[in-house]
């Protein structure tokens, strides 16, 4: 049986000892010395899905090029290549040698031998010491286990088109191509049977990749078979038919995308999937206006845009290019681009296309997320499940946990991925609940059996209400967010649980919480945006707490995540029943908002604006004038609406119209507040009308509309 997430070790003399005559030996033998393979392979080797030569004329003249030198750098000072001192997950990250890539990419951009040689002094005194490295984990072995063996092929091997035929001497070449061997060798032994997550994934499309390079080795038909068959898996099994990857992580998501991005390259039926598709699209969901991807389950904050380009070309889909280019710049653009072979099929795909509208709810229901939209203002609900992972899960400790962004920036947020899993803050801050947008239930973590259930998403037009329950924290806990899109737009969640215990509301957000009213505190930026937080509540009953924790933020001028400060604040009170109204601004400064309790009604007033909002009723009067009312299951609108079954409604008041826009489950009654023609469906009906009520039916279940001359 094995220790650890792998199989039992397996490592042996052709993975980890490859002589050069074994070397010679696994091509056929077409030459007796390294200098003749060498030659011999320079004649035979396809081109990596992405060469360098393309990227590199592409990159050199922009900004992006400093960065690549910039890593380089410490190569021609030298680096310990074993990784003493790192911590117990550091340390694996390092042997997969991104370190080691920036020097051929270096000299790619510049001519510089020095980096050229740089990269040889290191690979070869990396593959003389690395069998010596031991990790911490459990049976799993440094250099030769999953995620190694993909990370060190995948900077590698496209290297190999340009140091073939280069000053690199012929043992270090050899090294290398033995390197990626015997990486090959093991992944193919690893990986005979289907395995969830995405180790085994992403090892299977630098498996099909290096197949595809280096078609003249002996077990390179071998190696592309098994590739393919556990692509193929995974595309079924381990990616949701919502597009998200089995891990629910925007991370390792695209980490997944962007290696089977590889595989389509080489094979077809991975672009013509379905489910790759829609690994697109689920970005496309999930991306804010600023270009980033929040970072949820132990992910970091990514940009998908790139992601987004390159999936045009493979789609040959012109939408995605378009999207893409809302965030990259002409040179990163071109420099993308320029890896993308010519082919006749590809003729259309950067056509000009429309960037399409996103509906203004979206209900990704296998990975667990509901997004609501406002014109400025979206927020990310999490109602996923807990999923297991090869050594720790990615799953945060949270569930109903919510984050708010606002012209491109966050506003209400959570600590997210950490720096490293080595991180002594990542178990009782990153992953915990403390570091997320949630209830917690006497200062205990919730549990990996969630027992979670979503009751409704009710979209009204004006106000989307989205309702669910869970059971982590052992006893029932509802929650219910509520956006209203019309200006002044804002979201209201009410939390609800029974019991006595010690229940703690936590809100976090970039910036310090400012105390502006009793139970109302405000987090803002100096220039903006800002969230301003009321809690309908009794002060006396509730305990206020303000901290500081840590958290990636989105720099949008570079697209990169920095850390820095995250600034709590925690409510905590004996029931678990709250009710916090979320107000986004664009400036600076919160607006003027009264937020109050009244028989059993949440009114909120800002301006001449007044929300009367119940359990399932929102009314919105403007100037002491009804403008619009919604419902949702409801029998009653008081004042606007009576029917004989549950139904949802929208009621808008226009010039002295209405329009009510109602969803009924199956025949049934209505009175409505309205006189003079009475149009159902656009059709002019009979009423009888009694007390400025008007009596009409539905006939059938269905979405209808009914306008008349309002008589509030």
């Keep these: 049986m094995s220790e650890g997430p792998e199989k039992p070790r397996h490592i042996d003399g052709r993975i980890n000892r490859i002589g050069t005559d074994d070397l010679i030996k696994a091509f056929g033998s077409p030459a007796t010395d390294l200098a003749g393979l060498r030659a011999f392979v320079g004649g035979q080797l396809q081109r990596p899905a992405w060469p360098l030569p393309e990227w590199a004329s592409a990159t050199r003249p922009t900004p992006a090029a400093a960065a690549v030198l910039a890593a380089a750098a410490p190569l021609l000072d030298g680096v310990d290549v074993t990784g003493s001192g790192l911590g117990r997950s550091q340390l694996y990250g390092f042997h997969y040698l991104g370190w080691l890539a920036p020097g051929v990419q270096a000299w790619q951009l510049t001519g510089d031998i020095r980096y050229l040689q740089a990269f040889e002094q290191h690979l070869d005194e990396w593959v003389s010491r690395r069998d010596s490295v031991t990790g911490e984990w459990p049976g799993l072995d440094v250099i030769w286990y999953s995620l190694g063996t993909w990370a060190r092929c995948r900077s590698l091997l496209p290297a190999l088109e340009v140091l073939t035929d280069s000053p ?12 990626l061997v015997g990486g090959a060798r093991w992944a193919y032994d690893e990986h005979d049977v289907f395995r969830h997550g995405n180790w085994q994934l992403v090892c299977a499309t630098e498996l099909l990749h290096l197949s595809a390079v280096l078609p003249s080795l002996v077990e390179s038909a071998a190696w592309a078979e098994r590739a393919r068959q556990r692509i193929e898996e995974h595309l079924v099994l381990d990616v949701y038919p919502d597009g998200g990857h089995y891990e629910r992580s925007p991370g390792y998501h695209r980490m997944v995308l962007t290696a089977l991005q590889t595989a389509a390259r080489i094979d077809p039926a991975v672009a013509a999937h379905p489910r790759f598709a829609a690994m697109h699209t689920w970005m496309c969901e999930l991306v804010s206006t600023g270009g980033w991807l929040p970072h949820l389950q132990d992910s970091g904050i990514e940009w998908p845009a790139a992601s987004l380009l390159r999936g045009s070309y493979l789609l040959n889909d012109p939408v995605l290019a378009q999207i893409a280019g809302q965030w990259l710049s002409p040179s990163e653009f071109a420099a993308e681009v320029a890896t993308f072979p010519t082919r006749p099929d590809r003729a259309e795909w950067l056509l000009p296309a429309a960037v399409p509208e996103l509906p203004p709810a979206t209900v990704l229901p296998e990975s667990g997320y509901t997004i609501l939209r406002g014109p400025d203002v979206r927020a990310v609900i999490n109602h996923g499940p807990h999923i297991e992972h090869e050594l720790e899960s990615h799953s945060h400790r949270a569930v109903l946990d919510l984050v708010l962004d606002g012209w491109g920036q966050p506003l209400l947020w959570e600590a997210g991925g950490p720096p490293s ?30 027992r979670i259930a979503v009751d409704s998403l009710v979209d009204a037009d004006v106000v989307a209400i989205f ?9 029932e806990q509802a929650r219910t967010v509520a956006m209203v899109r019309e200006e002044p737009s804002y979201v209201v969640v009410t939390d609800h649980a029974d019991g006595r215990h010690t229940f ?36 006396a009953t509730t305990t206020a707490r303000v901290s500081e924790g840590v958290a990636r933020r989105p720099v949008l001028a570079r697209r990169v995540g920095e850390y820095g400060p995250l600034h709590s604040l925690g409510l905590t009170r004996s029931t678990g029943n709250f009710t916090t109204v979320l107000i986004p601004h664009a400036g600076a400064e919160p607006p003027e908002v009264s937020v109050q309790s009244i028989d059993g009604e949440l009114v909120v007033t800002s301006g001449e604006t007044v929300d009367r909002i119940g359990p399932s009723t929102w009314t919105r009067n403007v ?30 008041v226009s010039g002295g119209h209405v329009r009510f826009a109602i969803t009924c489950a199956g025949r049934c009654g209505l009175w409505v507040r309205a006189g003079g023609e009475i149009r159902l469906g656009g059709t002019i009906i009979d009423t009888t009308t009694e007390n400025e009520w008007a009596h009409l039916t539905l006939p059938y279940a269905g979405p209808w509309t009914v306008d008349g001359v309002w008589h509030g």
Excluded: C, F, I, M
């Excluded at 690199?168 to 390197?179: C, E, I, K, P, Y």
């Excluded at 990542?426 to 915990?432: G, L, V």
């Excluded at 309702?467 to 006893?475: E, F, I, K, P, V």
């Excluded at 809100?507 to 301003?532: F, K, M, T």
């Design 623 to 652: 100037d002491g004038q009804l403008s619009w009312a919604t419902g949702w299951r409801v029998r009653e609108l008081p004042e606007v609406l009576r029917s004989t079954d549950d139904v949802d409604v929208v009621a808008k």
């Design 421 to 450: 899993y080595d991180d002594p803050l990542y178990q009782t801050w990153y992953q915990s609940g403390r570091g997320h947008n949630t209830v917690l239930v006497d200062d205990q973590e919730l549990s990996t059996d969630r």
């Design 467 to 475: 309702s669910a329950r869970h059971h982590g924290n052992g006893l």
């Design 168 to 179: 690199l001497s012929d043992r270090v070449w050899g090294q290398l191509v033995a390197t």
């Design 504 to 539: 703690q509301a936590n809100w976090h957000a970039l910036h310090p919480w400012r105390q502006v009213g009793p139970l109302a505190y405000d987090a803002a930026g100096p220039d903006g945006p800002g969230l301003l937080l009321v809690e309908a509540a009794d002060p």
